[in-house]
């Protein structure tokens, strides 16, 4: 059984991600900003701007699972809003990799997070595969730079994740799009030609599990369901799981850019993600259509 630690457990993922793991025996530890040393699931403290980490959180880890980072969509992209963005994924990841050599080959296991952000905010009918090169906007300016912190380690199994949209009915955009769906005003943002590459929230703590207690894992797996949708089909589908018609007219572009600025783009494009390489690696997705995920997550919600 593996013994894992994790950053960012505060997040979307964290939390499911854990109960897989010890609902399967395995043990688990959280690096936080605040510790907490009492209840099923121990979080010792970190602090990524002076670059110190508690050394008891590697005591007996073999797995480090690496999901920090600040909310990409949680405010404006001001100057300073996008170092913090790009700051607290490329510093802990430094962080991790020396506290990880440090430790001469006790740590078998680094599971890092990216984003499908690496490909570009584009809307074409490319499929795009982990061995394409990024493109230059911000977001993919980010991935690649969170992606070369995790360099410098030869010692450990490396398995890096690109997480595509993950809907939950905790929080993101499947929480903020349902309550305009459940009043039947669902609409289309911009153009709604972009395409969405998502995965179900269970699937993403899947694929996290699968990349930890599988030793043929290893490079770099897109985190996306195989099914191609783009926005119009996703909120359509959205509105049918609730029994609502989708009769709104689309959110025009503009009026994102002028609420979002430079962020819009995150929403306003987006292209197509392949996921053959992690079906190729034997992964089974619990919700490969968006109806049925729809189904399960209005049903949580």
């Known amino acids: 059984m593996a013994n894992v630690l994790i950053t960012g457990a505060s997040g979307l993922l964290g939390q499911p991600l854990s109960e897989l793991l010890m609902k399967n025996g395995h043990s688990v530890t959280h690096i936080g900003r605040k510790e907490k040393l009492q209840g099923k699931i121990k979080c010792y403290q970190w602090d990524i701007g002076k670059g110190t980490i508690d050394p008891r959180a590697f005591e007996n880890i073999d797995t480090v699972v690496h999901l920090a980072g600040a909310g990409i969509a949680d405010s404006r992209w001001?100057?300073?809003r996008k170092k913090e963005i790009i700051d607290s994924r490329v510093q802990s990841g430094k962080m991790l990799i020396n506290a990880i050599n440090e430790r001469k080959g006790q740590i078998r296991t680094f599971i890092g997070a990216s984003a499908?952000?690496?490909?570009?905010?584009?809307?074409?009918?490319?499929i795009y595969t982990e061995t394409?090169?990024?493109?230059?906007?911000?977001?993919?300016?980010v991935c690649t730079l969170w992606e070369e912190s995790y360099n410098g380690d030869a010692q450990t199994r490396k398995v890096i994740v690109r997480i595509g949209v993950v809907l939950s009915h905790e929080g993101g955009a499947f929480l903020k799009l349902s309550k305009t769906a459940k009043m039947g005003i669902a609409s289309p943002l911009g153009s709604g030609?972009?395409?969405?590459?998502?995965i179900h929230i269970?699937?993403?703590?899947?694929?996290?599990?699968?990349?930890i207690t599988n030793t043929a894992y290893t490079g770099i797996y897109n985190a996306v369901t195989p099914q191609h949708i783009?926005?119009?089909?996703?909120?359509?589908?959205l509105a049918k799981a609730y029994g609502k018609p989708m009769f709104?007219?689309?959110?025009?572009?503009?009026?994102?850019?002028?609420?979002?600025?430079?962020?819009?783009?995150?929403?306003l494009e987006g292209s197509r993600v392949s996921c053959e390489k992690l079906q190729k690696q034997g992964f089974t997705f619990q919700f490969p259509e968006i109806t049925g995920a729809f189904a399960n997550l209005s049903k949580r919600a």
């Open 78 to 80: 001001t100057d300073e």
């Open 116 to 126: 499908i952000g690496y490909y570009g905010a584009i809307t074409n009918e490319t």
């Open 132 to 141: 394409m090169p990024p493109h230059t906007d911000f977001m993919a300016s």
């Open 193 to 198: 030609k972009q395409y969405m590459p998502w």
């Open 202 to 211: 269970d699937d993403m703590a899947g694929v996290i599990f699968e990349a």
């Open 230 to 237: 783009n926005n119009t089909e996703f909120t359509r589908e």
């Open 248 to 267: 709104m007219p689309k959110v025009p572009a503009f009026l994102l850019k002028l609420m979002l600025g430079e962020m819009a783009n995150i929403v």
